[in-house]
């Protein structure tokens, strides 16, 4: 049985693959199993993936229909054998010693779930920043602190400025094979309900006893600067209206205590807030940024948020977005998207 089992999602990425693919051949921890899975690729990675299985016997390949990311993941999660599972996004690549710190972090605690801290690079592969993430080693045990680590993966409390402290990225942890078969965990569909990520982390830490965080970063993000502020979907609200919804059913369900509301409403706060400034640095028509954020502003599910919400005790940075789309008043949103530019 492999320690670890490394599912990689894969849909054209044909520039990026053979690096992603040598940074976890060159794992200082050696007994891996690398899943590749191709999610109906129409470049030449396929023909790469199956390159790789001839050169790495730890290398397997499933060829699928396109359905998604968290299908994809899904699909290796069912092939996997090793005692944890991770997962990496096939246009990043990780270091040499991500995947031997944390099986080692989880066998020296007894931990089912280790998460790390994410890197952001550029195209090509140059350092930009480090992502917000703990700045020691915490060790959680017993349903009280599993719960309070996931209402801040959710969101921050309400008057703190940065949105979370701990990353929701499944790609820099490393999850127990055993907790996710037993408990039959699986990602969402994005095209769903997005931050599957999110989601699947919930679920992980509902049906855990003990979870540890360690301060390294070894995953790199690859991120197009270019392209932030110019290519969006311009039809994602209704998918974090279902977000919303989902994450508040999912947890009633998961019987999760405290201010779970209060950090869900934070969350969808949020996403809409980048979502509008998205919008508003994008290349798209004024006239139909108008209309959108017009018809975000509009809709019905902000009548039980802005009822039930403590906005006097939001940080005053958000608190004046927050009144600005109360206000549905595009120019004030506009200055504050350009502010926050």
Known sequence: MPKVSIIVPVYNVEQYIEQCIQSLRAQSLHD????LVDDGSSDNSPMLCDKYTRIDKRIKVIHKQNSGLGLACNSGIEV??????????????????????????????KCDVVYSGLKSVSIAGNFL???????????????????????????SPLQIKEERTIQVSA???????????????R???ER????????????????TQRACIIPQAFYNYRINQNSISRKIKLNK???????????????????????????????????????????ILSNTTPNDKKKIIHKICKDNIWQNIYANYPINKMHWT?????????????????ILAKMRQ
């Open 192 to 207: 769903l309900i997005p931050s599957e990520d999110l989601m699947f982390n919930i679920n992980i830490l509902a049906h």
């Open 80 to 109: 996997a054998s090793g005692e944890y599972i991770a997962f990496c996004d096939s246009d990043d690549y990780v270091d040499t010693i991500m995947y031997e710190t944390l099986y080692n972090t989880a066998l020296n605690n």
């Open 237 to 279: 609200f209704p998918l974090y209206k279902n977000l919303y919804q989902s994450m508040i059913e999912q947890c009633h369900q998961l019987n999760i205590t405290g201010d779970i509301d209060l950090r869900i409403k934070r969350l969808i706060i949020g996403y809409t807030r980048s979502y509008i400034c998205q919008i």
């Open 32 to 35: 891996i199993e690398i899943i």
């Open 318 to 334: 958000h608190r004046l977005f927050i009144t600005a789309m109360k206000m549905n008043s595009y120019i004030f949103l506009y």
């Open 171 to 185: 790609k820099t942890v490393l999850y127990s094979r055993r907790l996710v078969e037993k408990n039959q965990l």
């Open 129 to 155: 920043c480090f992502l917000p993430h703990k700045k020691s080693f915490e060790l959680y045990i017993g349903k009280e602190n599993i719960e309070e680590l996931l209402r801040n993966m959710i969101a």
């Open 187 to 189: 990602f969402v569909s």
